[in-house]
């Protein structure tokens, strides 16, 4: 744990000459950031076993092997989207030529979370630098394993000037937010990026929060119901059940809550009989199986030791169990007749829709308030780095992911040019009739 007399020292290391650095350089930094991941790769698979027992597979599709192809999309584009950009100028402003550019916000502060300890943390910090950023990364301290092998890779890649990993507890991340930074980035729970949220308008520091909340499956009883249902329980129990824009519940017309349930024990039985995640903390343990008993289980709720095995339950939406972001293997299925609208919780982090019907589902999707979603499927749009990620309202604000990283990580300059050979003289007085009648058909 790092010392809160050593925190100090986090900022005095920075030259403010490193902010901007060439691009370059950006991407020497990202290349061998790469190879450093695969260099230690082998030490991931570990630790995560040991943080997490999360298995390989799972370790490299949802952490390493993401990370990897959205620095690799990055290299490639990073030119093109960074570049100035010219925009038109109107008519009456002739002799004025007009751009964007993108300037880095300076020093970030990047806060992430335990569930993909790597991901998490990576995703934001690529886009940071590729930005031309300086950083101060804060883990969870929950993953020590993990974290022991990022900070490796960091210090293997990374000046302490451009990049510093400060672990270490809740009272660490209070320290860090007494600093002022020119941008924070948290990925978390509501309550802690609230919490956030209040530190930094203290010094009107901008903030993207990357949240969770209540994210409904929606299955009509046109929906091809056996892709639904796998699609379904993989995305809700993969990780654990830790996954933000897992499906938090499922509404189920009710014609075919039977059979949706009957294929969903068998679908969780094939999947995650034998292999699922672990569930991080005790406290986290604790917290599920209070959950568990005061619900009406239909299948699982066992716990055996760090691991929740797959759980379904009936519920109501009046129940406790709706009131909150679950964050388990746990997966309350709740009946609706006709309109699910009713039953989606505001804002949620997600939305996943299952019918043939494209008209009702893209109806649903355009009169619902949610980040981001899919239609017969769950969690992959995340996993698109051309599609933005990010929360609206009490599921988080602002975005990141590849090219919209850029708009998160860089200030846009607005930018005039004036010709020195033309000269308006419209616009200065002493005004006459002739201005202002010109002044008129300029701008109406």
């Known amino acids: ?15 403010k000459e490193k902010v901007g ?22 030490d991931l698979f570990t630790a995560f076993k040991k943080d997490l027992g999360k298995s390989k597979f799972e370790v490299y599709t949802t952490e390493i092997g993401i990370i ?7 290299i490639k584009n990073m030119d093109k989207w960074l570049k100035d950009e010219k925009v038109k100028t ?3 402003l002739f002799g004025n030529k007009s751009k964007i550019v993108r300037s ?3 020093k970030v502060l990047i806060i992430s979370s335990f569930n993909y300890p790597f991901q998490l943390l990576f995703e934001p910090l690529i886009g940071a630098l590729a930005s031309g950023n300086i950083v101060v990364c804060k883990p969870s301290e929950f993953v020590p394993n ?5 900070d490796k890779i960091l210090k293997a890649t990374l000046d302490e000037g451009v990049v510093r990993f400060v672990q270490g507890d809740k009272e660490v991340t209070q320290n860090l937010l007494k600093e002022k930074f020119d941008l924070i980035f948290f990925t978390g729970s509501e309550k802690v990026g609230r919490i956030i949220y209040e530190k930094a308008a203290e010094t009107l520091t901008p903030v993207v929060l990357e949240l969770g909340g209540k994210s409904p499956a929606i299955v009509y009883d046109d929906a091809s119901l056996e892709l639904a249902v796998s699609r379904i329980v993989w995305g809700k129990f993969l990780n654990g059940g830790q996954t933000c824009v897992a499906p938090d519940y499922v509404l189920v017309d009710k014609n075919i809550e039977k059979v ?3 294929k969903c024990i068998a679908s969780i ?10 569930i991080v903390s005790q406290s986290h343990i604790k917290r599920l199986e209070k959950l568990i008993e005061a619900s009406d289980v239909i299948y699982g709720g066992v716990v055996r030791g760090f691991k929740v095995m797959p759980t379904l339950i009936r519920a109501n939406m009046s129940d406790k169990i709706m009131k909150e972001e679950i964050f388990g293997p746990i997966l309350p299925i709740v009946t609706f007749e006709n309109n699910p609208k009713p039953y989606i919780t505001k804002n949620p982090l997600s939305l996943y829709v299952f019918t043939e019907d494209k008209k009702k589902a893209n109806t649903l999707m355009k009169e619902v308030s949610f980040g981001g979603g899919m239609i017969n499927n769950t969690i992959l749009h995340l996993s698109n780095p051309n599609l933005p990620f990010g929360g609206i309202g009490t599921s988080g604000m602002g975005s990141d992911h590849a090219r919209y990283s850029m708009d998160t990580f860089t200030h846009k300059k607005a930018i005039m040019t004036s010709s020195t050979f033309l000269n308006h003289k419209l616009l200065e007085p002493p005004y006459s009739k002739l201005q202002m009648k010109l002044m008129r058909r300029i701008l109406k």
Do not use: A, W
């Open 146 to 150: 993990i974290n022991s092998v990022i």
């Open 104 to 106: 880095p916000l300076g």
């Open 269 to 278: 039985e094939k999947m995650f009989s034998l292999e699922i995640t672990s």
């Open 68 to 74: 990897k192809q959205s620095i690799s999309h990055t």
């Open 260 to 262: 949706f349930i009957e």
């Open 21 to 42: 650095y060439l691009m370059k350089d950006r991407k020497i930094l990202l290349k061998l950031l790469k190879h450093n991941i695969e260099r230690y790769e082998e």
């Open 1 to 15: 744990m790092k010392h809160l007399s050593d925190l100090r020292g986090v900022f005095l290391c920075y030259n």
């Open 90 to 92: 109107p008519l009456y």
